[in-house]
């Protein structure tokens, strides 16, 4: 499975950005979907997941400011990011896992968008 983020950029604190991702290749399902990021010096963290059935969990320091969404029938899934602030730059990849053609689970990763909050 190969996924193709989109949609970062340069936004000014207080400001949104909606990040897109879609999911290309053969596979048998699309399970979990997610976004992390990663910014300069720490680790990757998960920011966002959403399960195929649509349940999501957030980062303690993101809930209420973002949304992370899916559509199972183009499977692509959307991060809308609101109320941005500085710490929140980071590169953000989003993430699939699920079965591929031959049943054998997978875990994809996008390629990596870059996020930066400043004036």
């Known amino acids: 499975v190969q996924l193709q983020a989109s949609g970062g950029g340069l936004v000014q604190p207080g400001g949104s950005l909606r990040l897109s991702c879609a999911a290309s290749?053969?596979?048998?399902?699309?399970?979990?979907m997610g976004w992390y990021r990663q910014a300069p010096g720490k680790q990757r963290e998960l920011v966002a997941a959403?399960?195929?059935?649509?349940?999501?969990s957030y980062a303690d320091s993101v809930k209420g400011r973002f949304t992370i969404s899916r559509d199972n029938a183009k499977n692509t899934v959307a991060l809308q990011m609101g109320s941005l602030k500085p710490e929140d730059t980071a590169v953000y990849y989003c993430?699939?896992?699920?079965?591929?053609?031959?049943?054998?689970?997978?875990?994809?990763w996008g390629q990596g968008t870059q996020v930066t909050v400043s004036s």
């Open positions: 993430n699939a896992d699920g079965l591929g053609p031959a049943l054998s689970p997978y875990r994809s």
């Open positions: 290749g053969s596979f048998f399902s699309i399970n979990d």
């Open positions: 959403i399960t195929k059935g649509g349940r999501t």
